[in-house]
């Protein structure tokens, strides 16, 4: 089945860029998601169509996609934004995750 | 939007779980609305499960198809979400989320319900 692949962990500075990768094949033909949980809360979206904001994101926050790797990237970090950070890949017939990478705010 | 997963807590292996979604602030008879189902073993990765839209269209994680039925119930804002033949590796939080074909995304989240295996 399909497989995307984000690092397990990225550690930024505060009011440092920190920028997220998931790659995966064939990317440019897929509508990528990002969704950012913190700790015992549901999911929540922040990017949708490889760069949409969804409702109430900052513009801090923004994705970009090329052929086989998508980007979160967060602007002046803030250690609200300390969370696990999920890629998801949707196309015509499934809409996979990625193993998930933890933002770090020290 | 809301969305609220219930059913049962714990589950014995090899029965079937039956989850529902109950949501309001969208119909699924209207397009381009649709729900999706995502679980989360404790301390892992979200893996998604499968998505159903206004048309009936429905899709499944090929890893778990043949397992996995989802059905819905426009009259009643419902999405049913069965899996059979439950493992102990099943055990972990499951979700429903909104989802819409003109975004792509699952928003929002309902707050999952723990299901264990045992």
């Known amino acids: 089945s399909y497989e995307l692949t984000q690092p397990p962990s990225v550690s930024v500075s505060p009011g440092q860029t920190a920028t997220i990768t998931c790659s995966g094949d064939?990317?440019?033909?897929?509508?990528i998601s990002w969704y950012q949980q913190q700790p015992g809360r549901s999911p929540v979206a922040v990017i949708h169509?490889?760069?949409e904001r969804s409702s109430g994101i900052p513009e801090r926050f923004s994705g970009s996609t090329s052929e086989h790797t998508a980007t979160l990237t967060i602007r002046g970090t803030q250690a609200t934004d300390e969370a696990d950070y999920y890629c998801?890949?949707?196309?015509?017939?499934?809409?996979?995750f990625g193993g998930g990478t933890k933002l770090t705010v020290l | 939007i809301t969305l609220k997963e219930s059913g049962p807590t714990l589950v014995k292996p090899t029965q079937t779980l039956m989850l529902t979604c109950s949501f309001s602030?969208?119909?699924?008879?209207?397009?381009?609305?649709?729900v999706g189902w995502i679980r989360q073993p404790p301390g892992k990765a979200l893996e998604w499960l499968a998505l159903?839209?206004?048309?009936?269209?429905?899709r499944y994680n090929p890893s778990l198809r043949g397992r996995l039925t989802v059905t819905k119930d426009t009259s009643r804002n419902q999405v049913v979400l069965k899996m059979t033949d439950m493992d102990p590796a099943d055990t972990g939080t499951y979700f429903c989320?909104?989802?819409?074909?003109?975004?792509?995304?699952?928003?929002?989240w309902g707050r999952g319900t723990l299901v264990t295996v045992s």
């Open positions: 998801q890949a949707w196309d015509s017939t499934t809409a996979m």
């Open positions: 169509r490889d760069f």
């Open positions: 064939k990317l440019g033909d897929k509508y």
């Open positions: 989320a909104h989802t819409s074909l003109a975004t792509s995304s699952l928003d929002p």
């Open positions: 159903i839209f206004w048309h009936d269209d429905k």
């Open positions: 602030g969208f119909s699924l008879s209207t397009p381009p609305e649709g």
